[in-house]
């Protein structure tokens, strides 16, 4: 799904092992190495949980993808770090499901898009 850049790496720290056991009240790292296809002045996250087809938006603390990490205006043909936090409220309920990680520029089009099975735990 990633139209406008592609992925070179994606890091979720600390997951040993998938699915990533995500416990309650702690903060998981996100670090995504990109390039991008196109020019843009800015970059917006949207994170999801899959659950049964149904994509259930996931609060992030900074969706603004110039706050984490990358430099803006993105360029064409360059490399970036995309860096952020995911945090795991202690109210979520313990449950599999699928974390759904677009990041979209201007023009609401993919710079990139991964999913990973989680495992929400005590």
């Known amino acids: 799904g990633s139209k406008d850049g592609s992925i070179q790496e994606v890091n979720v720290s600390p997951c040993p092992t998938q699915p990533c056991l995500l416990h309650k009240g702690i903060s998981y790292s996100i670090n995504v190495t990109f390039a991008s ?29 110039c706050k984490s990490g990358i430099q803006c205006p993105i360029q064409k043909g360059h490399s970036y770090s995309y860096l952020n936090k995911l945090p795991v409220k202690s109210e979520y309920p313990s449950i599999k499901l699928i974390v759904k990680w677009e990041l979209v520029d201007d023009q609401d089009q993919m710079l990139f898009c991964w999913k990973i099975p989680v495992q929400i735990t005590s």
């Open 37 to 65: 296809k196109i020019k843009s002045q800015g970059s917006k996250a949207r994170v999801y949980g899959e659950m049964l087809h149904v994509d259930i938006p996931f609060p992030i603390p900074e969706p603004d993808g």
